[in-house]
């Protein structure tokens, strides 16, 4: 079996697809809270939306709920993901299954036609994308006047004693749920592939792709919930 750090991010959490809904809950505190969270705030009304990372389908399934019209684009590079994705949506919203999508990629891959949706949504997924920038810009420039973005994700402290203490206590909440096997390949994964920043520097990035008004909106130790606006640019 290969190491977390000789194979693709994708191909770690892909691999765990059926017992990814245990498993997360074991490595990411508060994580129904985030969840959540990350849907608190959303506009009544989308009628185009993208889910980056629709992992097991958690959130996939909120978002049909609440958007039950909506044209949805799942997107992940785990064809395990997608497909159990899928399934998931086909059995509880089986009327809705003509407006969805499904892609199979990586984040840097894909390419979004300019206004082409209103709402970009992902959880706990962005924290893999290396130039996170480039994807930020290609988001503004699919999102309409007024779309949106919101992030579910875990980020640095930018004061280095706070993310010292956060940092042990997650390590000691995955500690509690998990095998030594299991923290290692854990551990493994997060320095191979994990790219965590700081809110501030999540911030410039936004700003800097076009957003306006980036902000975090929830936080609770490493996870957090930051949303951002495409506005008219003058």
Same mark, same amino acid.
């Given at each position: 079996?290969?190491?977390?750090?000789? =194979? =693709?991010? +994708?191909?770690?959490?892909?691999?765990?697809?059926?017992?990814?809904? =245990?498993?997360?809950?074991?490595?990411?505190?508060?994580?129904?809270?985030?969840?959540?969270?990350?849907?608190?705030?959303?506009?009544?009304?989308?009628?185009?939306?993208?889910?980056?990372?629709?992992?097991?389908?958690?959130?996939?399934?909120?978002?049909?709920?609440?958007?039950?019209?909506?044209?949805? $684009?799942?997107?992940?590079?785990?064809?395990?993901?997608?497909?159990?994705?899928?399934?998931?949506?086909?059995?509880?919203?089986?009327?809705?299954?003509?407006?969805?999508?499904?892609?199979?990629?990586? +984040?840097?891959?894909?390419?979004?036609?300019?206004?082409?949706?209103?709402?970009?949504?992902? *959880?706990?997924?962005?924290?893999?994308?290396?130039?996170?920038?480039?994807?930020?810009?290609?988001?503004?420039?699919?999102?309409? @006047?007024?779309?949106?973005?919101?992030?579910?994700?875990? +980020? @640095?402290?930018? *004061?280095? $004693?706070?993310?010292?203490?956060?940092?042990?206590?997650?390590? $000691?909440?995955?500690?509690? *749920?998990?095998?030594?096997?299991?923290?290692?390949?854990?551990?493994?994964?997060? $320095?191979?592939?994990?790219?965590?920043?700081?809110?501030?520097?999540?911030?410039?990035?936004? @700003?800097?792709?076009?957003?306006?008004?980036?902000?975090?909106?929830?936080?609770?130790?490493?996870?957090?919930?930051?949303?951002?606006?495409?506005?008219?640019? +003058?």
């Amino acid at each position: 079996m290969l190491r977390p750090s000789e =194979t =693709t991010a +994708f191909g770690y959490w892909g691999a765990m697809a059926e017992r990814y809904d =245990t498993h997360i809950r074991h490595v990411c505190p508060n994580y129904t809270e985030l969840l959540t969270r990350l849907l608190d705030g959303l506009p009544d009304e989308a009628g185009r939306i993208v889910e980056l990372g629709c992992g097991s389908g958690g959130l996939s399934l909120e978002l049909a709920a609440r958007y039950p019209r909506a044209s949805i $684009t799942f997107i992940d590079a785990a064809v395990e993901m997608v497909d159990l994705t899928k399934a998931r949506l086909a059995a509880a919203h089986p009327s809705s299954a003509e407006h969805f999508r499904f892609i199979v990629s990586r +984040f840097e891959d894909v390419q979004f036609n300019e206004g082409s949706f209103d709402l970009v949504i992902s *959880n706990i997924s962005l924290h893999h994308v290396q130039d996170q920038l480039s994807l930020f810009r290609r988001i503004w420039q699919g999102l309409a @006047l007024g779309g949106r973005i919101r992030i579910g994700d875990h +980020f @640095l402290f930018s *004061n280095p $004693t706070e993310q010292t203490i956060h940092w042990a206590n997650w390590l $000691t909440y995955c500690r509690e *749920n998990c095998s030594d096997a299991e923290m290692d390949e854990l551990l493994d994964h997060v $320095t191979a592939h994990d790219r965590y920043t700081t809110l501030a520097e999540q911030f410039t990035m936004l @700003l800097a792709a076009g957003f306006a008004t980036p902000d975090c909106v929830w936080r609770s130790g490493l996870a957090a919930v930051v949303t951002a606006d495409r506005a008219p640019m +003058f």
